[in-house]
């Protein structure tokens, strides 16, 4: 149980010696009055547009007769235009591109980088950012340039892709640039072994010519699966590819043309050709052709523009790597593969079920997503599921509707392939003809982590353990505080009834942390109003039926009488 | 398997680089002040570009020719906060910590700070307690202070509810204070031990 009682924080700048700010919190501050509690938290917001009209006047009223807090509003100005100077638009070190250029050429820099990137992506999904040459070279960009100079760097042609250094994200320590090194050696003889024939003849060419760059024949893989195979032109057979040390080091590819097939029921089976060196007519997906990981020694400077070519650091690690995406992910699924899987994921969740009884009277969510009032009496099931007929957030360029493809913050246990959803809150309403409602939590956190096998026919589930009564709670505390805060007002803490489905009851705050307006419950989908003060505060919500009132009654004795004694 | 290769149009490409130019210095920073490394945030911002490559070639909304500036910049600082969010929590650098106002708040080393003497003046001071806020108390602060979006769009753009928003910012900016002059108090050689917070709010 969880409570609101959050006073402002302890504010004693008196001996404060912040530069800029220390003119703001000196040794003549004036003393707080009994009454800078209540306004230490408006006081932050003053200068935004998130305090009402009503709490606006009231602060500034306060301020007029109150030294100590005129200070603390300077302080946050004072700290706002630090803020502004240092991450504003004319901050220092603003440029992405290098320091020195031009505001034309910052563009020309980015579209350059964009340009490269473009090549690590998959036909499939980002052919879209296919930018010619020409239109790189001859297009609008290149026309911004400002020196002859500059034009004819940005007309240079695309820099050879065996030469060209995408500088990405990834960045080796000492420790995990050692431990890289010893996987692709311990790989190197995992591959030797599995590409020579018994006897130590070789089943494919694996003559290299010097003009081949490093990394041009390795590939690396992503999207598998721990049950799926990996077949290398027919012959070579690499079992539970997606848990093996290959499906995250790269395979050394002969030259020439290779064929793959990836066999991952239910997905559908993947054939597709890659060649060393790369060929245009190849059919694998890839997801990316080349990256560079800059070595311990690379700085900021390194970043560079169209007019200077990317340096090679001595320590940088330079990869040109292609990855084969094999396309594992759960939207990829058919479609009756992914509602099974949706199934068993929610049998698993069932523990998460509670059921309670709605009276004649009461208050329900109805299939249009209105407030219903029940005709008769039925009872109503919550539980949580992944999302199905809602759409789902997405994380970052990432669709996670229903699963997300990569795994939760906090893994199972189990071993599977790991994937994650974030839960909504599913009611069940067992009346003739009124079908399961969904509700998706409006804020929702971290995403719940399944580990999946498949068994030939079946799924097999595990989902965290993060998954209890208190992730139910926490979406209903979000449903409850968008639903119930239609004037941006604070909802507080509150208790929650055993079995849950019972109600959620919590407490309506304006911003004094001393008092609450009232108190509404959440019930069956719906929020009503539990106290005549949540009327007040709300009255656009629905009034509590009596039996709904006496539940909420019951949890209000849960809650310490001292807080209780302040509900309206 | 082998999809033709997509060509955008001088149109698009025009429009993209307008948008880029305008918004990728706002952006940088933004990046950098959740991140902290500059080298980090050019990557995400990098990203961000990718990702807003995509959509527009795509024409997908913000890009489409029904949106405005103003929902491109949403989304933009929308997906760069996801990013920054995602590069930090690979760098393990999140830590979930209940809001609940009746349990002692957790604490954990968030990062090594550098010596005093290291530091250089308010700029520093102010990055340093920039980062010993939580990621969305961050965000919020920047987003309001910085590039002058409402509680509103904030509470959208970080998918919380307006009133776990308007919580978040006021809590920022007391923080943020706080921290602030605490950098510029502390003694050399120590390091900043802070509590990093959030998760979810929801009833706070």
């Known amino acids: ?568 | 398997m082998n999809t033709p290769p997509f060509t955008p149009g001088p149109e698009l490409v025009a429009r993209f680089s307008d948008v880029l130019s305008r918004t990728q210095t706002a952006l940088f920073h933004f990046a950098r002040g959740l991140v902290g490394d500059p080298e980090l945030a050019r990557d995400v911002t990098q990203d961000v570009f990718l990702d807003a490559w995509r959509a527009a070639a795509a024409g997908k909304p913000p890009f489409d020719a029904a949106s405005d500036e103003s929902n491109i910049r949403r989304w933009l600082f929308t997906v760069t906060w996801r990013r920054a969010a995602k590069a930090l929590r690979h760098n393990r650098l999140i830590i979930w910590e209940s809001l609940d106002a009746d349990q002692p708040p957790a604490t954990q080393t968030f990062a090594a700070i550098p010596h005093f003497e290291d530091q250089v003046g308010e700029a520093e001071a102010l990055r340093q307690a920039l980062h010993t806020l939580a990621p969305q108390d961050a965000a919020s602060f920047l987003l309001q202070a910085v590039y002058g979006f409402s509680a509103a769009e904030i509470a959208a753009m970080l998918d919380v509810t307006p009133e776990v928003a308007r919580k978040r910012l006021s809590r920022a900016r007391q923080r943020l204070r706080n921290a602030y002059t605490q950098q510029a108090q502390q003694p050399p050689g120590t390091t900043n031990t802070v509590a990093t917070t959030t998760h979810e709010e929801h009833r706070s």
């Open chain 1, 1 to 568: 149980m969880t409570y609101a009682q959050t006073p402002g924080e302890p504010s004693d700048f008196s001996d404060r010696r912040a530069p800029d700010l220390d003119s703001h919190l000196n040794h003549h501050l004036p003393q707080p009055t009994p009454e800078c509690a209540g306004f230490g938290d408006l006081l932050p917001l003053l200068a935004t547009d998130a305090l009402t009209t009503d709490e606006v006047a009231a602060t500034r009223a306060h301020l007029a007769g109150c030294g100590w807090c005129r200070a603390q509003l300077d302080a946050y100005a004072a700290l706002d235009a630090l803020a502004r100077r240092e991450y504003g638009a004319d901050a220092p070190d603003a440029r992405v591109a290098p320091p020195g250029l031009p505001d034309s050429v910052r563009v020309p820099f980015q579209m350059r980088q964009l340009q490269e990137q473009q090549m690590t992506m998959r036909p499939d999904d980002v052919t879209q950012a296919q930018l010619p040459d020409d239109e790189f070279t001859r297009g609008p960009i290149a026309a911004g340039f400002d020196s002859p100079t500059e034009q004819a760097v940005a007309r240079s042609p695309r820099p050879d892709r065996s030469t060209v250094l995408v500088r990405r994200s990834g960045r080796l320590t000492g420790i995990t640039a050692l431990a890289a090194t010893l996987l692709l050696v311990i790989l190197a003889g995992i591959l030797f072994r599995t590409h020579l024939a018994p006897g130590g003849r070789p089943t494919a060419t694996t003559t290299q010519t010097p003009t081949l760059q490093p990394g041009a024949d390795q590939v690396f893989f992503t999207h598998a699966v721990p049950w799926g195979v990996l077949t290398i032109n027919g012959t070579t057979n690499i079992a539970s590819f997606g848990t093996s040390l290959a499906a995250t080091m790269p395979l050394t590819l002969p030259r020439g043309k290779t064929t793959l097939v990836y066999t991952a029921a239910p997905f559908n089976t993947l054939r597709c050709v890659i060649s060393v060196p790369a060929n245009k007519s190849d059919t694998c997906p890839l997801t990316q052709t080349l990256a560079t990981y800059p070595g311990e020694q690379a700085t900021a400077s390194d970043l560079n523009g169209p007019s200077t070519p990317l340096p090679v650091e001595p320590k940088d690690v330079i990869v040109q790597q292609r990855t084969v995406d094999l396309g594992a992910i759960p939207n990829n699924l058919p479609t009756a593969a992914l509602k099974s899987l949706v199934a068993a994921t929610e049998q698993q969740l069932s523990h998460t079920a509670s059921s309670t009884e709605v009276a004649i009277g009461d208050h329900y969510l109805g299939s249009d997503g209105k407030v219903a009032v029940a005709k008769t009496a039925f009872r109503a099931t919550l539980s949580v599921a992944p999302p199905t007929q809602v759409a789902s957030p997405s994380n970052g360029s990432e669709t996670c509707a229903p699963f997300c493809a990569e795994a939760g913050p906090q893994p199972v246990a189990q071993n599977g392939w790991h994937i994650s959803f974030f839960p909504v809150i599913q009611w069940q309403f067992a009346m003739p003809g009124v079908p399961v409602v969904v509700q998706q939590s409006p804020g929702t956190g971290d995403p719940i982590d399944v580990a999946v096998q498949w068994n030939n026919s079946a799924w097999k589930v595990a989902v965290s353990d993060t998954v209890s009564n208190g992730t139910i709670d926490e979406i209903v505390g979000n449903i409850l505080s968008a639903a119930a805060d239609p004037n941006g007002s604070a909802v507080g803490g509150g208790a929650s009834a055993t079995p849950l489905a019972d109600g959620v009851l919590l407490l309506a705050s304006s911003g004094n942390n001393n008092t609450y307006e009232g108190a509404v419950l959440y019930r069956a989908g719906v929020v009503v109003v539990a106290t005549p003060g949540a009327h007040t505060f709300f009255p656009s919500l629905p009034l509590a039926s009596a039996h709904e009132e006496a539940i909420a009654q019951q949890l209000l004795q849960q809650i310490p009488a001292s807080v209780r004694a302040t509900v309206k």
